[in-house]
């Protein structure tokens, strides 16, 4: 018959159709199109909570991360100036020595000077041990 049918071909409404439209399913264990979208709904909101959740979570957690890192950046900066110091310290304290013990040693023109009047004075004896032993006693 096409699009229009006469009013008298026209069938009342079945039971399971009825229940269907009333929330009640002709299947066990089968559920309406608004039961199942609600179920969603609700399933959807629980898991935007708690994805939520877990994000300010992750949140926290890298503040906390955050804060122990400046912390830490912190006492590294300490330990790094301490350490620094400590060996400035050293430093100031040999360069101290050396500067006191500048005047107890003797420098190389100072040695050579002194070698060269050592000499002067042994040529002499030197000279002597060299002689034959019978120059020493004349007659």
Not at 29 to 51: D, H, I, Q
């Amino acid at each position: 018959m096409g699009k229009y049918r006469k009013l008298i071909h026209m069938r009342a409404p079945s039971k399971k159709y009825i229940d269907a439209l009333n929330g009640q399913s002709a299947h066990p264990g089968w559920v309406s199109e608004k039961e199942y979208f609600e179920a969603l709904a609700t399933v959807n909101e629980k898991l935007a909570a708690e994805r939520d959740r877990r994000y300010a979570e992750v949140k926290l957690a890298e503040e906390k991360a955050l804060q122990i890192k400046a912390t830490s950046d912190d006492k590294a900066l300490l330990l790094a100036r301490d350490i620094q110091d400590l060996k400035d310290e050293k430093a100031n304290n040999l360069r101290n020595q050396i500067d006191a013990e500048r005047g107890h040693y003797v420098t190389q023109d100072q040695h050579k000077s002194q070698s060269d009047k050592l000499e002067a004075l042994i040529r002499p004896i030197s000279e002597l041990h060299d002689q034959p032993a019978g120059q020493f006693c004349r007659d």
